[in-house]
């Protein structure tokens, strides 16, 4: 396996800068032969009676910190993962990581803000401590801003774009973008046409942001990320394949949180679940996902996932202007067994 195999050449004017609206009418390319070309709106006539969406609820935190040095020089902070129940201490990625020293405090309109630690073992990211008396996400949403991907340089005029209408629990760096598609009035026509939803949580972790860096993809650390199953979740995708439904996933975070549940045993827990060629799919059946950077683990589960005609399917979505990424449009996928005959 080399790393070329999950490259193409994604156009910087394919790339997203703003989302649509209204949310479900991103583009939706539904592979099959022949492909169509729809819109997350027709998504009821798409799925099946008794097929069953999981949505990962996750709600994204302002996570990203714009601080300055005592020496004046700026810093940023972005915080990636809550490692204590009171939220105070966190793994962060931390810029200019080489220059901050432990100890060192960064403020936010002159006054201490986060207090910077020791290397974690992973090497690439640091603990961190935030400082000041009111609740951290308090301060986090009086100094934080929304952690946009660097390729989205536009700007959001309304954070809540980047949230998912079903976000519950407060805690990733980074929003599972294929729930952003979904509206309360879709949901509801879905519901009608017998298709029902049901959430997991995963803390969506350091792998959404560094692309592969390996020749081999193979070799490519994972890092852990913290994953919920609640037992009435994993009941209903059991239920619903013995009767002759599919578990359709919305999005890679919620096929990571299913698959590793499935693969351990355990609904909750970290992970550092490594999809790609050869997996055992264990309970997903249909995956709704965005368009995905090149080089990156995304990319490998997409080929898990729908075999070597991913990349039909990226040139096709090129050729037609597909919005790319975060903010981009969707696809429907469905798994392929070729692999697993």
């Known amino acids: 396996m080399r790393l070329s195999d999950f490259d193409y050449v994604l156009p910087d004017e394919r790339i997203a800068q703003t989302p649509i609206a209204p949310r479900d009418a991103a583009r939706l390319l539904v592979a099959g032969d022949p492909v169509q070309h729809r819109h997350v709106s027709d998504l009821p006539d798409l799925l099946q009676p008794g097929d069953l969406l999981v949505v990962n609820e996750t709600r994204v935190i302002p996570a990203r910190l714009k601080l300055t040095r005592s020496t004046g020089g700026a810093a940023e902070v972005l915080l990636l993962e809550a490692i204590d129940r009171d ?12 220059k901050l020293k432990v100890g060192e405090r960064l403020f936010a309109d002159g006054v201490p803000l986060v207090s910077i630690g020791e290397r974690t073992p992973a090497g690439d990211t640091f603990w961190v401590h935030l400082l000041g008396d009111a609740d951290p996400l308090t301060l986090l949403d009086q100094h934080g801003q929304m952690p946009l ?3 989205i340089t536009a700007t959001l005029k309304d ?3 980047y949230q998912t209408v079903f976000a519950n629990t407060p805690g990733s760096a980074a929003a599972p973008t294929a729930g952003l598609h979904f509206t309360p009035e879709l949901f509801g026509r879905l519901a009608a046409q017998g298709i029902d939803r049901v959430a997991v949580e995963l803390i969506v972790g350091l792998d959404t942001f560094q692309p592969i860096s390996t020749d081999n993809p ?12 609640p037992p009435e979740t994993m009941e209903a995708c059991l239920q619903t394949r ?20 499935a693969k351990s045993g355990e609904l909750s827990g970290r992970t550092k679940l490594f999809i790609h060629e050869g997996f055992d799919w264990q309970l997903v059946d249909v995956l709704m996902t965005n368009f995905h950077l090149p080089k990156t683990t995304l990319l490998m589960m997409i080929d898990a996932f729908a075999g070597p005609d991913w990349r039909d399917l990226y040139a096709e979505a090129l050729r037609e ?3 790319f990424l975060s903010f981009g449009d969707a696809m429907l996928l469905e798994r392929s067994r070729s692999r697993h005959l």
Do not use: C, F
């Open 87 to 98: 939220r105070r201490a966190w793994e962060a990625l931390v810029r200019p990581g080489k």
């Open 149 to 151: 991907p660097p390729y």
């Open 159 to 161: 954070p809540d774009r």
């Open 218 to 229: 193979l070799d490519h650390p994972m890092h852990t990320e913290r994953y919920r199953v």
């Open 242 to 261: 013995e009767q002759g439904g599919r578990v359709v996933a919305v999005g890679t975070t919620a096929v990571r949180a299913l698959e590793s549940a």
């Open 321 to 323: 202007e597909y919005r």
